[in-house]
């Protein structure tokens, strides 16, 4: 099977602007998560989405939000983008208690 | 608010030593992940623990998860190099009904193996 995969991999954009990252599960799983790594914080749950409905959100600013579509495929967006945004974005593929981990959005904000 | 804490953050050993990393979480919960990170790339699953008791294995590592207290362990025997990386231990935030898959990733041990 196909792993997780995203999209783009690396992006640099300016303070205000806004961002979209895209997310393709393995085949079968019906649960997308996000993740946010920075070297000060961590690695932090930002959302997770199964069958197009978000149960869990983390402790972010509405600033960023997510969808799920019916194929399973995920988005988030950022708005109004900051300087604090800039990390490694990693979606996560859940089935069965197994999660897997896509090769991650590399974000620079300037 | 559930909280994860790995010992040690830093960890320096020789090749073919052996040590343990250690993994606290503060709250009930049967389904612990153990991830092994390189520099610039992302997550990679090293074991899924779901039970109390659990054991499991592969190659020179071994992790085990005694959830009443609360903790996991990840067992190196015989460093190598190649096993320089960063180890994450999360737990998940288990509610009733089942996982959500919200996961809370302890700060990582960055491991270095020396020859």
């Known amino acids: 099977k196909a792993g997780v995969t995203q999209t783009p991999r690396y992006l640099i954009k300016t303070r205000g602007q806004q961002v979209t990252l895209s997310c393709s599960p393995i085949?079968?799983?019906?649960?997308v998560s996000w993740y946010q790594q920075t070297p000060g914080q961590g690695l932090q749950f930002l959302f997770e989405y199964f069958s197009e409905t978000q149960r869990n959100k983390g402790n972010f600013p509405g600033r960023f939000s997510g969808r799920q579509f019916s194929n399973s495929r995920s988005e988030m967006n950022v708005s109004t983008l900051e300087l604090g945004d800039s990390a490694l974005y990693l979606c996560?593929?859940?089935?069965?208690?197994?999660?897997?981990f896509g090769p991650g959005t590399r974000l620079l904000v300037l | 608010e559930l909280k994860v804490e790995q010992n040690p953050l830093f960890l320096s050993m020789q090749e073919g030593k052996n040590y343990t990393i250690y993994c606290n979480y503060s709250t009930t919960s049967d389904r612990l992940y153990w991830y092994r990170q390189d520099p610039g790339k992302s997550l990679e699953s090293l074991f899924v623990?779901?039970?109390?008791?659990a054991v499991k294995q592969e190659g020179r590592l071994m992790a085990s998860l005694d959830t009443k207290a609360r903790l996991s362990t990840l067992h190196i025997t015989a460093a190598v190099h190649d096993l320089s990386a960063t180890y994450f231990c999360a737990v998940d935030d288990l509610n009733s009904g089942g996982s959500n898959y919200k996961l809370t990733f302890g700060k990582g041990t960055l491991l270095t193996v020396n020859p």
């Open positions: 085949s079968g799983h019906r649960s």
């Open positions: 623990l779901l039970s109390n008791g």
């Open positions: 996560a593929s859940s089935f069965s208690g197994r999660i897997y």
